[in-house]
């Protein structure tokens, strides 16, 4: 019933944008210039993808963790949760320095995420960290493009997006060196697929 309840307490915290960060938001290293008209609407686009990605993070690591009987592959995941808490928070930050908004399809998003993270981790610890551990991997890559895709001298955004790539290139090694099964190639064909749908519906809704 506790589990339950943590649960049910990040879904509500994560979809009422009532997250907050335990680290301070990245600062550019360089002052940030000012942003065109199509520049900000491209910037905010693109960091709403990003705030989905941290939405669906949360309802990932949350089913996981609930889904796994191994207290210390638990604690794991509620950790990595709360380095993504502050992914959640910097992004939306950014949305509302942006006047962009966060995407409305966002409960679909974390109730599809959810299931998914529910049945990796129903599959076995060892397949649940393998899931965990390709995800962290193309959210890594997608962020990798990102960077490229975003305004030259939106320096504001480009030190969120660089301090997420870090972090999510660590929560995937943790999760291998943790016991990570390798995927099926056509598994990690379809979860690629379904992270391009998603990426370019949130860029729009």
Not at 21 to 48: D, F, I, T, V
Not at 159 to 172: F, K, L, P, S
Request: contains cysteine.
């Amino acid at each position: 019933m506790d589990a339950l309840l943590v649960a049910l307490d990040t879904a509500l915290r994560t979809l009422s944008g009532g997250s907050h960060s335990a680290r301070p938001c990245p600062r550019p290293k360089a002052e940030a210039q000012p942003l065109s008209e199509p520049e900000r609407a491209r910037a905010g686009a693109l960091m709403r993808v990003n705030h989905v990605g941290e939405v669906c993070a949360q309802a990932l690591y949350s089913a996981q963790a609930l889904a796994t009987r191994d207290p210390a592959l638990r604690k794991q995941f509620e950790e990595a949760a709360r380095e993504e808490t502050d992914h959640l928070a910097w992004t939306q930050q950014r949305l509302q320095q942006l006047g962009a908004r966060a995407s409305l399809l966002n409960p679909l998003w974390y109730g599809g995420a959810f299931a998914i993270g529910l049945a990796a981790g129903r599959a076995g610890d060892a397949a649940s960290l393998g899931f965990l551990a390709e995800t962290e991997r193309q959210v890594q890559r997608h962020l990798e493009s990102h960077l490229d895709r975003l305004p030259g001298h939106d320096n504001a955004s480009r030190a969120i997006v660089e301090q997420m790539r870090d972090d999510e290139a660590r929560h995937a090694a943790a999760a291998q060196a943790a016991g990570a099964a390798t995927l099926p190639l056509p598994l990690r064909w379809a979860m690629k697929a379904a992270a391009k749908v998603m990426t370019t519906t949130a860029q729009r809704i």
